[in-house]
Antibody, heavy 121, light 107 residues
Framework: QVHLVESGGGVVQPGGSLRLSCAAS????????THWVRQAPGKGLEWVAV????????HYADSVKGRFTISRDNSKNTLYLQMNSLRAEDTAVYYC??????????????WGQGSLVTVSS | DIQMTQSPSSLSASVGDTVTITCRAS??????LAWYQQKPGTAPKLLIF???SLQSGAPSRFSGSGSGTDFTLTINSLQPEDSATFYC?????????FGGGTKVEIK
């Protein structure tokens, strides 16, 4: 059974930093690309970033480029999202999600429960 | 960036009805299109990938079709548990983009 569990969310002031973690179990974590997707309160889904299975390649949404960094530690089965220079518009539930696998890149078949980040003074 | 446009934004239908949701991409994406279902307070759940492939565990009343720029999600014989918001997502290229969502309510 695949499980993804996010942690590290909370309330932070504008301009502040926060690091989210996503602990994976029940899968060979190092075999899959993994993503962060966010959802502002009452709004739709917004893709944030992706990292290749081995960490060799990353891509970001323009809205977070230069402020957020996605990384992974395959020895710990953990995905990270370092968020700097946070803005009010970054307030959202952040989900980590796994790619389905070879031949189905960018299709997200397992999602965590989400971690709420609130940027407010 | 590829823009994804869903319609309608909401609909209300009765149990047993057939419901159709459409999704249009701003450029051709082949069949690199996925559909997700999200219920309030929960994470999205993958229903359909590659435009028409049913994800393991998803009920067979869900089906997808289309290619290029125009896609459709069909729910046959709508059930009470299908009350949710549905999103399309292009899996063609980064940045990945989602449609704005279609909220399905049961009359």
């Amino acid at each position: 059974q695949v499980h993804l569990v996010e942690s590290g969310g909370g309330v932070v002031q504008p301009g502040g930093s926060l690091r989210l973690s996503c602990a994976a179990s029940g899968l060979t974590f190092s075999s899959y690309g993994t993503h962060w997707v966010r959802q502002a309160p009452g709004k739709g889904l917004e893709w944030v970033a992706v990292i290749a299975h081995d960490g060799s390649n990353t891509h970001y949404a323009d809205s977070v480029k230069g402020r957020f960094t996605i990384s992974r530690d395959n020895s710990k089965n953990t995905l990270y999202l370092q968020m700097n220079s946070l803005r009010a518009e970054d307030t959202a539930v952040y989900y980590c999600a796994r790619e389905k696998g070879t031949g189905t890149y960018y299709v997200l078949d397992y999602w965590g429960q989400g971690s709420l980040v609130t940027v407010s003074s | 960036d590829i823009q994804m446009t869903q319609s309608p934004s909401s609909l209300s239908a009765s149990v047993g009805d057939t419901v159709t949701i459409t999704c249009r991409a701003s450029q051709s994406i082949g069949t690199f299109l996925a559909w997700y279902q999200q219920k309030p307070g929960t994470a999205p759940k993958l229903l359909i990938f590659h435009a028409s492939s049913l994800q393991s565990g998803a009920p067979s009343r869900f089906s997808g079709s289309g290619s290029g720029t125009d896609f459709t999600l069909t729910i046959n014989s709508l059930q009470p548990e299908d009350s949710a918001t549905f999103y399309c997502q292009q899996s063609y290229s980064t940045p990945l983009t989602f449609g704005g969502g279609t909220k399905v309510e049961i009359k």
